[in-house]
């Protein structure tokens, strides 16, 4: 019985492919066009609320990369919130995030345009200055309970060195404007500061060099001192509760209802949810008693998978302590996220969301999210667990593609080593389109999508960085080399002392298993990636004949420049990823892309931006002079006014059309229009 309505299901699919023209891939027509792709999508982030309002970020590319704090209330709908001159934004650590923060309808934010910190402090109010801007950034934007008081992870850049990092307090509509109070400085990087729900105690991440966050973090906590007017003037009893004696990731320290404290730590091999064991409300007893260490860390019962993100910016939210003690997480399985609500006993609801962020919940019991699945593109919701999506307050595009549009992703896993387990995973996405098909006895293109970082993840939510080529004929490999998270610290850390080896060496490998399964043409493969991951693009291209083209978009071309020129943040990730600066100078000289510049033969496009202060544009002009002094055609594109990341429509336009004509004349074929 059961074989027929399979039989049917088949014979459908066959009979609707079959109606599809065959057109050669590349040239296929795609609702997917560069008008949508450049000014029509807002990129969404960062949903919060206040009671029952929520509050969204939506950067829009048809304002040269504005972004914009929207706020949507049952009332009165969507608006924007703030003046047109406003522009939401921080470049603390140059990635940003955490940049605004909402509560009873006063809202602060950190403005781009002049770097200060701002403050919106009642509903269509003008905005007024709450800290000067010159030589000062602010993120990681939290109001303490009374509403007086902003906190911040603060940037000091006016003097010589490396820009100086405290945690400050700033007092919500003082006169005159001041820098505020500098409650605690030192560590090289703080991030995520936390008050507990009597405002008595903070908890904060930090660390030093050369660390990053996913290497070794500390967390931290201190009583809070505020004045006579209740607002907060200074920090005592500092301790470290976590991470000093061994090396683990702490991340996302959280309080509970009840004053528990939460954090992220991937001491037990995976990031998941711990809990400090002695009752933190316990330290109100007795001054004398915050001298008793506290006795660590218990791991919550949490289901299986990795709960946390590399911290590349602030603001992230890998989980959401509800009432009752429950806990709404983020776990990562198979590379795919799984929305789940956790009982205070360990009992794992599913709910049924895609979120790119954990979801928040509002004062009538709904929640508030990014809704970003595989097959429908991002938008801001409200819903809940057992329901769902039950209210889309903003779409990123107008666009509703059809289901025979969208490429959805299959899970592959390969071998990383001859013969080996097939520990690799990647993201495969096969050609779709409503009105065209693969012609018979062609196979396929290929582009092999190598994310930045290269500690971050290829994800499963609909892209228009994959769904652009799919569309258009191409297949597309999303790889989660080694390095990349959602896979445990042993899979991240096989990158250490070797970026450029292994991250090349698994891209290589999952393209052999791919053309093994006979899907995808072996004679056009193209490797594109941007930042890092520009890097593995260009490495790989001189140590594999696989690859056909290759793209790199502001990638790191030489390593030695960016150990010397980067920016704060970075300035010792190299240490970890190819060795000590400047006692491993061979390594770096080996593993840049500019050594081995001379035995690439795929053509080459590179795109850059004219402002990028993390990989400077230098890199990407002695990378070109190279190729082409190799005889290797290599196209160089700089766009003015961008940065590391593209973000005005007329950049956006030009980049995705240039790549797509570039593939074109390597592949042999005429693009649409």
């Not at 769902?388 to 059809?402: C, E, I, N, P």
């Not at 990647?426 to 062609?442: D, I, M, T």
Request: charged share 20%; with cysteine; hydrophobic share 40%.
């Amino acid at each position: 019985m059961p074989d027929a309505p399979i039989s049917a299901e088949v014979s459908s699919v066959a009979k609707k492919e079959s109606s599809k023209q065959p057109l050669p891939c590349g040239t296929w027509p795609s609702r997917v066009t560069v008008d949508l792709v450049a000014g029509k999508t807002r990129t969404l982030s960062e949903v919060s609320v206040d009671g029952t309002v929520v509050y969204w970020l939506e950067r829009r590319p048809s304002e040269k990369g504005r972004t914009v704090l929207m706020r949507w209330c049952e009332d009165s709908g969507s608006q924007e919130v703030l003046p047109p001159e406003c522009d939401v934004a921080t470049r603390v650590h140059e990635y940003g995030g955490g940049a605004y923060a909402v509560r009873n309808g006063q809202v602060v934010f950190s403005d781009k345009r002049t770097g200060g910190l701002w403050g919106q402090l009642a509903e269509d109010a003008t905005p007024v200055c709450l800290a000067p801007g010159e030589g000062l950034r602010y993120a990681d934007l939290r109001f303490d309970q009374a509403d007086r008081t902003v906190l911040a992870v603060r940037e000091d850049h006016r003097t010589q060195g490396e820009p100086k990092a405290a945690l400050v307090a700033v007092p919500v509509g003082s006169d005159p404007v001041g820098e505020g109070a500098v409650l605690y400085t030192g560590p090289d990087f703080l991030s995520s500061p936390a008050l507990s729900p009597d405002g008595a105690f903070l908890a904060w991440i930090e660390w030093d060099h050369p660390n990053m966050p996913w290497d070794a973090t500390r967390l931290c906590l201190a009583r809070v001192v505020r004045d006579a007017q209740g607002q907060i003037r200074a920090l005592e009893d500092r301790r470290v509760l976590a991470g000093e004696t061994q090396a683990e990731s702490i991340l996302e320290p959280r309080w509970t209802d009840d004053g528990r404290l939460l954090v992220i730590s991937d001491r037990s091999g995976s990031w998941t949810i711990w809990q400090i064991e002695q009752p933190i409300l316990s330290l109100h007893k007795s001054a004398q008693q915050t001298d008793a260490p506290l006795s660590g860390l218990t791991p919550l019962p949490m289901p299986k998978g990795e709960i946390g993100q590399p911290a590349w910016v602030f603001g992230q939210r890998s989980y959401q302590p509800l009432p009752q003690g429950s806990i709404l997480v983020l776990a990562v399985r198979e590379g795919v996220t799984h929305c789940l609500c956790v009982s205070r006993e360990g009992t794992v609801t599913p709910f049924a969301a895609h979120p790119e962020q954990c979801p928040v919940p509002l004062a009538n019991g709904h929640f508030a999210w990014l809704e970003a699945p595989s097959d429908v593109l991002p938008t801001v919701v409200v819903g809940t667990g057992q329901n769902g999506v039950q209210q889309v307050l903003q779409h990123s595009a107008a666009l509703t593609l059809s289901s025979d549009d969208i490429s959805r992703p299959e899970t592959i896993r390969f071998p990383v080593e001859e013969g080996g387990e097939p520990l690799g995973h990647a993201f495969f996405y096969p050609p779709a389109n409503s009105a065209a098909r693969v012609p018979e006895g062609e196979r396929p293109p290929m582009i092999v999508l190598v994310h930045g970082g290269p500690t971050a993840r290829a994800q499963e939510g609909l892209s228009f960085k994959v769904q652009w080529w799919t569309s258009r004929g191409f297949a597309v490999l999303d790889v989660n080399y080694g390095g990349s998270t959602g896979f445990g610290r042993q899979w991240r850390e096989r990158l250490k002392g070797a970026w450029g080896v292994v991250d090349v060496a698994d891209c290589i490998a999952a393209c052999q298993h791919m053309v093994k399964t006979g899907r995808i043409d072996p004679a056009r493969i193209a490797i594109r990636g941007s930042s890092a991951g520009g890097m593995t693009v260009l490495v790989a291209l001189a140590s594999s004949s696989l690859f056909a083209a290759g793209v790199s978009l502001y990638g790191v071309t030489d390593l030695r420049a960016l150990a010397q020129e980067t920016h704060k943040f970075e300035a010792r990730y190299l240490d970890g990823l190819i060795g000590p600066w400047p006692e491993a100078e061979s390594v770096y000289l080996a593993r840049s892309p500019l050594s081995v510049a001379a035995r690439i033969r795929a053509p080459v496009l590179l795109l850059q931006g004219a402002e990028d202060q993390v990989v400077p544009p230098a890199q990407a002009y002695a990378m070109a002079d190279t190729l082409k002094a190799a005889g290797t055609p290599c196209i160089l594109h700089e766009f003015p006014g961008e940065g590391h990341g593209f973000r005005q429509e007329s950049t956006i336009r030009k980049a995705w059309e240039e790549e797509l004509a570039f593939y074109g004349q390597v592949f042999g074929f005429q693009p649409q229009g």
